[in-house]
T-cell receptor, first 115, second 115 residues
Framework: AQSVAQPEDQVNVAEGNPLTVKCTYS??????LFWYVQYPNRGLQFLLK??????LVKGSYGFEAEFNKSQTSFHLKKPSALVSDSALYFC?????????????FGSGTRLSIRP | DTAVSQTPKYLVTQMGNDKSIKCEQN?????MYWYKQDSKKFLKIMFS???????INETVPNRFSPKSPDKAHLNLHINSLELGDSAVYFC??????????????FGQGTRLTVV
């Protein structure tokens, strides 16, 4: 079965430190990979995506993610965390040769940045 | 201007009732979606509607029926509401479901509580 895993329910980081939110996937073909962020009582907001090309993609709010095909991972990173980064983060994957309706979301990781 | 708007934001209703949630997008997108987010924040696609084509997720009970009067609107009607239907329902849109490399834009969500 095709799946997306976010192994950490919660990640706690001190402000100013680097952060990583992990995502691994198991899907067929060459996938399209996305990260979304959800603030309290809000809908999901797009952060960044990997479609093809450079494995390191940069997105909104200083976030970046690296596509690693051999490890089937797409970890989200930021060099210096801000308290305002505290939110729920979702990794999402569309399997290769699929339509957008076949998107699979991870279970979400709650990121908490302490001052 | 809100790109994807859904109403109501909160909905509390009794078991057995029928209710509708409305969604409108002003992005000119061809495809709209309904997602369900459960109490554990797990997010799952329910339906996608690309112009005249409805793609149904086979795990969704037939008590749920999407209705699209035009490509800017996708409403969700739920018959005979059950306690397990309590969740946050998100509407979203994207340029086209056949273009899997584009991100989706989400509404703010409708928190449905069935009592």
């Amino acid at each position: 079965a095709q799946s997306v895993a976010q192994p950490e329910d919660q990640v706690n980081v001190a402000e100013g430190n680097p952060l990583t939110v992990k995502c691994t996937y198991s899907v067929s073909g060459n996938p399209y990979l996305f990260w979304y962020v959800q603030y309290p009582n809000r809908g999901l907001q797009f952060l960044l995506k990997y479609i093809t090309g450079d494995n390191l993609v940069k997105g909104s709010y200083g976030f970046e993610a690296e596509f690693n095909k051999s490890q089937t991972s797409f970890h989200l990173k930021k060099p210096s965390a801000l308290v305002s980064d505290s939110a729920l983060y979702f990794c999402a994957v569309i399997p290769g040769y699929s339509s957008a309706s076949k998107i699979i979301f991870g279970s979400g990781t709650r990121l908490s940045i302490r001052p | 201007d809100t790109a994807v708007s859904q109403t109501p934001k909160y909905l509390v209703t009794q078991m057995g009732n029928d209710k509708s949630i409305k969604c409108e997008q002003n992005l000119g997108h061809d495809t709209m979606y309904w997602y369900k987010q459960d109490s554990k924040k797990f997010l799952k696609i329910m339906f996608s509607y690309n112009n005249k084509e409805l793609i149904i997720n086979e795990t969704v009970p037939n008590r749920f029926s999407p209705k699209s009067p035009d490509k800017a609107h996708l409403n969700l009607h739920i018959n005979s509401l059950e306690l397990g239907d309590s969740a946050v329902y998100f509407c979203a849109s994207s340029p086209s479901s056949s273009t899997a490399n584009t991100e989706a834009f989400f509404g703010q969500g409708t928190r449905l509580t069935v009592v």
